[in-house]
C-alpha cells in the first residue's frame, strides 16, 4: 500500500544544532507540506512543495528550509535548532486540492 | 494572522446526541473546505471536505455546512459515538493547494 513515513518519530537534540526530518511518500504526489503542531495553534505551515525542484515557504519558515530533489521525498532542515522549535512535526502529501494525506508526526525536543 | 479559527477549544456531548462543531475563516479566495480528525500520538486524518460551490456535504453520520457569506462552516455528527473523541481541525486552502488549519476543537462523546 501506499503511504507517508515520517523519521524519526522522537528525537531530541541540542541548541544550535542542525536537524534534518525526513517525510517520505509513495503516493507519487506533486504537492508536499510541512506543518508543526502546538498546543493553542493547531497546525501551523512552515514550507511547502508543488513539485521537484520547487519550494515554498508557509507561514512560520523562519529558521527552516526544505529541498525537493525528488517527487517522494521532503526534508526539513531546522539549520540552528532553538528551544521554540520544540513541536510536533507533521509531513502531508496531497494529489489535489482538498485532499491531504498525514505522516505520524515527529516529536521534536530541543534542549 | 490566523486565517482558519475554530473558537470553542473543547466540546463534550452525550453519546447518541448531535455534536456541532464550528469553524470561521476570513480569506474569501478559499474554495475548497476540510475537517480532519486526530488522535494523540498519530498524524491528522482525512473526514470530509466541501467545495466553495455546495453549501452542504453528507458522508454517514458526518455533514458539513459552509455559509460563505458569513465564512463560517459547521461539522455535524450525527449520532456521536465514544469513538468520536478526538480532536478535531478544520482547514481551507485556495486552489493552489496551500491548505490552512484552524487551532482545533477537542470533542469528548460521553457514554
Known amino acids: 500500500d501506499a503511504e507517508i513515513t515520517q523519521s524519526p518519530r522522537h528525537k531530541i537534540t541540542e541548541t544550535g544544532r542542525q536537524v534534518t526530518l525526513a517525510c517520505h511518500q509513495t503516493?507519487?504526489?506533486?504537492?508536499m507540506f510541512w506543518y508543526r503542531q502546538d498546543l493553542g495553534h493547531g497546525l501551523r505551515l512552515i514550507h511547502y512543495?508543488?513539485?521537484?525542484?520547487?519550494?515554498n515557504k508557509g507561514e512560520v519558515s523562519d529558521g527552516y528550509s526544505v529541498s525537493r530533489s525528488n517527487t517522494e521525498d521532503l526534508p526539513l532542515t531546522l539549520e540552528s535548532a532553538a528551544s521554540s522549535q520544540t513541536s510536533v512535526y507533521f509531513c502531508?502529501?496531497?494529489?489535489?486540492?482538498?485532499?491531504?494525506?498525514f505522516g505520524q508526526g515527529t516529536r521534536l525536543t530541543v534542549v | 494572522d490566523q486565517q482558519v479559527k475554530q473558537n470553542s477549544p473543547s466540546l463534550s456531548v452525550q453519546e447518541g446526541r448531535i455534536s456541532i462543531l464550528n469553524c470561521d475563516y476570513t480569506n474569501s479566495m478559499f474554495d475548497y473546505f476540510l475537517w480532519y480528525k486526530k488522535y494523540p500520538a498519530e498524524g491528522p486524518t482525512f473526514l470530509i471536505s466541501?467545495?466553495?460551490?455546495?453549501d452542504k456535504n453528507e458522508d454517514g453520520r458526518f455533514t458539513v455546512f459552509l455559509n460563505k457569506s458569513a465564512k463560517h462552516l459547521s461539522l455535524h455528527i450525527v449520532p456521536s459515538q465514544p469513538g468520536d473523541s478526538a480532536v478535531y481541525f478544520c482547514a481551507a486552502s485556495a486552489s493552489d493547494n496551500d491548505m490552512r488549519f484552524g487551532a482545533g476543537t477537542r470533542l469528548t462523546v460521553k457514554p
Open positions: 502531508a502529501s496531497s494529489p489535489r486540492p482538498g485532499e491531504a494525506f
Open positions: 466541501i467545495s466553495s460551490i455546495k
Open positions: 503516493w507519487n504526489h506533486n504537492n
Open positions: 512543495s508543488y513539485g521537484v525542484q520547487d519550494t
